[in-house]
């Protein structure tokens, strides 16, 4: 068997996830002739058919399936090599500025970026602590760990993982749930932005509390949690990782979004951006079983 070409392995990737050799074309920026012919030197080369060809669609064969597994393996070890060789260019200079919440920042961010420009220290970097989304295509930030399940079109990034929800007291408020959890007594803390009404996991578990405290910001519902002040529901890598909080068995626990490591479309090509926004998924994603609550 000849050798197989990394661009024909590129071009076969590109047709299996956008299902046609006219989509794939557009996304690679070529002509759909390109496509055909690198998917049909692929095949020459295998001396195996990898799509049946219809007018308006290609679909995968059984091999096709079999290979694609190893074919984006070896796109992975491109990339980074790729981001190996870009790390040595003068792109890996300048100024860089990454957004976030302030307690995401505290719990995620920081060790990361810690741990970036040692490797990388000729890049300034800018942390901006903010609890609104900034607008990247007005480029207030060149980089945003995100809440959410719908990105915007105009930003790519990664999912690192799906954000994981608890409720969290004191170990004196958790005992008292636990004798009585019917009480009345029992306070809960929760965002300003309710108003005055009183989020589900407060109607089905604290149904009978009379007293509910808000705070403006993650970091402030934190706090007043820690002294005890109330119950209140916690992204797991706050609550979690805090000594002085446990988590208290409730029926109900509101659903997280999908945190994500976004930049704007047309920054995919900057290589800082690039580095980093891949340095970030990479690091987090060793903290996926703590982000979705899943500890032992």
């Given at each position: 068997m000849?050798t197989?070409?990394w ?7 590109e047709v299996?996830q956008s299902g ?5 074309a557009?996304r690679l ?5 390109t496509?055909y012919r690198?998917?049909?030197a692929?095949?020459s080369r295998?001396?195996k058919t990898l ?5 308006n669609?290609?679909?995968?064969t059984p ?6 597994g190893y074919a984006e393996?070896?796109?992975e ?5 790729e981001?190996?060789i870009?790390?040595?260019?003068l792109?890996l200079?300048?100024s860089?500025?990454i957004?976030?919440a ?6 995620l961010?920081?060790?990361v970026?810690?741990k970036?420009?040692k490797r990388?220290?000729e890049i300034n970097l800018?942390?901006?602590?903010s ?8 480029r207030e ?13 105009n930003l790519?990034?990664?999912c690192?993982?799906?954000i994981?929800?608890?409720?969290y007291?004191?170990?004196e408020?958790?005992?008292q749930?636990k ?6 007594d ?7 932005g309710d ?11 604290f149904?009978n509390s009379?007293?509910?405290?808000r705070a403006s910001?993650m970091s ?6 820690r002294?005890?002040?109330?119950v ?5 890598i ?9 988590r208290i ?5 509101e ?13 995919r ?9 891949d340095f970030?998924?990479?690091?987090l ?5 703590l982000?979705?609550?899943r500890?032992s």
């Open positions: 000849h197989l070409d661009d024909d392995i590129r071009h076969f990737i299996v046609s050799a006219t989509q794939a557009a920026g070529v002509n759909h002739s496509v690198r998917i049909s692929l095949e295998l001396g799509f049946e060809r219809s007018s669609r290609w679909v995968i091999l096709g399936e079999r290979i694609i393996s070896m796109a070890d491109a990339n980074n090599i981001r190996q870009m790390a040595d260019s792109e200079s300048g860089l500025r957004t976030a302030d307690h995401c920042i505290e719990k961010i920081a060790p970026i810690s970036f420009i990388y220290p800018e942390v901006l602590a609890p609104d989304e900034l607008n990247l295509a007005a930030a060149d980089i945003a760990l995100r809440g959410t399940n719908e990105p915007p079109p790519v990034g990664k690192i993982a799906h994981g929800y608890a409720i007291g004191t170990q408020l958790a005992s749930v004798l009585n959890p019917d009480a009345d029992i306070p809960c803390i929760t965002w300003i108003g005055h009404s009183r989020p589900q996991w407060i109607e089905k578990d149904s009379h007293h509910i405290y910001s402030a519902i934190l706090s007043l949690a002294e005890g002040m109330g209140a529901q916690l992204a797991c706050l609550g979690d990782t805090e000594p002085l909080l446990q068995p409730t029926k109900h626990v659903p997280g979004t999908g945190l994500w490591v976004l930049s704007h479309v047309d920054l090509t900057t290589a800082r951006v690039r580095i980093l926004r970030i998924v990479e690091e994603g060793q903290k996926r079983d982000i979705e609550g500890h």
